[in-house]
């Protein structure tokens, strides 16, 4: 079987290896990842966002199935565009993946279909009626763009944004500005617990989800710093989380399937990835947002410990009979290594070197991100560079695994030492009992 992925990143990398051994391996990537292009029969360095020339490529190497990495061209109807040409896709439609790149269309299916976990939330494209509901609104307020904003749109008031005034000022430069690509903004409910993400294979009808996964979106230990695309995540062995029992758990997979019959009436079925974050709070999980594709770096906590063939399922999401799948019972931990200065200013162009053969010793493994590769040396981009992903029989062990093999890293990066650790899964738990005793 040909299979094609379309994407750069680590997220992508690990799809790809878990292709790969099941399948002959086509990509489509934006720059040379090097990770991607070892694992490739034949690999393509073009925009993911030219479609005709995506589907042409395609075509030319006769792929029977092709699965799509990232949000945006899903956004831009790759999906749709592969299917004219005949070519099954792991990935919904353009009018599928509204369910990320329009939280408008998101927050109402949720309403109209009597969806739980929902939040109490207002769409507004007049800067005045916006201005109105933060005067009125009794709870914390939370501000996005409806649109896709690579992570970097929400705003949380009394913390990004100052106050209300500050608040108005950001929705107008919304609506104003179109950020996003839509002249309307999400006002919502700020939710206070513990965040969480549930990636699903989806079918049109079936949603099979996988362990639960923790991200780090803040750049520094403690979480401190600005938002990132997620600094790190982990995983348990018995696919919950030290905060997540397995009730929590089946509530969340519960509204994700409620989604997933919501959408098949309102635009017609979903296939592909479904990435459900949501926050555990006091009175159980509410869904902060969904995505149309496996998480960044999420993917990396699930794919390596799949058992089940990873090819034997993607054919089951097309062909619409997904049953089970099984994981290993193992732990996870990735840590993310990314560009002094990321997320403002990473230093860009810069030669890291990576030992991937004493990394493979220790215990890790290692999915390239965006970098760049020319003859035999990687250089970085703005963004995060590279993952390091070990599994043990507790987080602890995966912990120390992961943190040991970034030594064999070299180059003008950072990493969060935390991710994993005792002390920080301890301060998630504790965080929870508190709220929960309150
Ligand atoms: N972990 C964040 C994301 O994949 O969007």
């Not at 500005?177 to 839509?182: E, F, M, P, R, T």
């Not at 017609?268 to 009175?283: A, H, N, R």
């Not at 995505?291 to 699930?302: I, L, Q, T, W």
């Amino acid at each position: 079987m040909k299979i094609l992925v379309v994407g750069t990143g680590a997220r992508e990398h690990v799809i790809c290896q878990a292709v790969h051994q099941d399948a002959e391996l086509y990509s489509y990537m934006s720059k040379q990842n090097p990770g991607i292009a070892k694992l490739s029969k034949e690999f393509h360095i073009g925009s993911e966002m030219e479609l005709e020339a995506v589907k042409k490529q395609a075509i030319s190497w006769g792929v029977d199935l092709a699965i799509i990495g990232p949000e945006s061209p899903l956004e831009e109807g790759i999906v749709d565009s592969l299917q004219e040409a005949g070519i099954a896709c792991v990935g919904p439609t353009q009018a599928a993946a509204r369910i990320e790149t329009d939280k408008a269309f998101m927050r109402k299916l949720f309403v109209d279909h009597h969806i739980g976990g929902s939040v109490a939330y207002g769409v507004f494209g007049d800067v005045e009626e916006a201005g109105n509901f933060i005067d009125e609104f009794d709870r914390e307020l939370v501000v996005k763009p409806v649109g896709l904003t690579g992570g970097k749109g929400v705003k949380i008031v009394g913390e990004h944004l100052k106050d209300g005034k500050d608040a108005k000022k950001y929705v107008k430069e919304i609506i104003n500005n179109k950020i996003s690509g839509h002249a309307s903004v999400v006002l919502e409910e700020r939710l206070v617990g513990e965040e969480y993400t549930i990636q699903a294979l989806v079918d049109g009808s079936h949603v099979m989800p996988m362990p639960a996964a923790q991200d780090h979106p803040h750049a520094y230990e403690g979480d401190q710093g600005p938002i990132t695309g997620g600094m790190g995540s982990y995983s348990d062995t018995n696919g919950l989380l030290p905060f997540l029992d397995e009730k929590a758990y089946q509530d969340s997979v519960k509204i994700m399937e409620d989604t997933i019959k919501a959408v098949k009436k309102e635009v017609g079925p979903y296939q592909g990835v479904l990435y459900g974050q949501f926050m555990l709070c006091s009175d159980g999980p509410r869904l902060v947002e969904y995505n149309a594709r496996f998480g960044d770096p999420e993917a990396m906590n699930v794919l390596p410990i799949l058992k089940t063939s990873f090819v034997e399922l993607c054919q089951r999401v097309v062909d619409g009979n997904l049953t089970k799948a099984s994981f290993e019972p193992k732990a996870t931990v990735c840590k993310y290594l990314v560009p002094t200065g990321y997320p403002e200013s990473g230093k860009a162009n810069s030669i890291i070197k990576v030992d991937e053969e004493k990394i493979n010793k220790a215990g890790a493994m290692v999915y390239y991100a965006a970098v760049n590769q020319k003859n035999d040396q990687i250089f970085t981009s703005s963004s995060r560079a590279l993952g390091l992903v070990a599994a043990g029989e507790t987080i602890a062990e995966a912990e120390e695994i992961c943190e040991k093999a970034t030594a064999y890293v070299d180059g003008d990066l950072y990493h969060r030492r935390d991710v994993g650790t005792a002390e920080l899964i301890q301060k998630r738990i504790k965080h929870m009992e508190d709220l929960l005793a309150s």
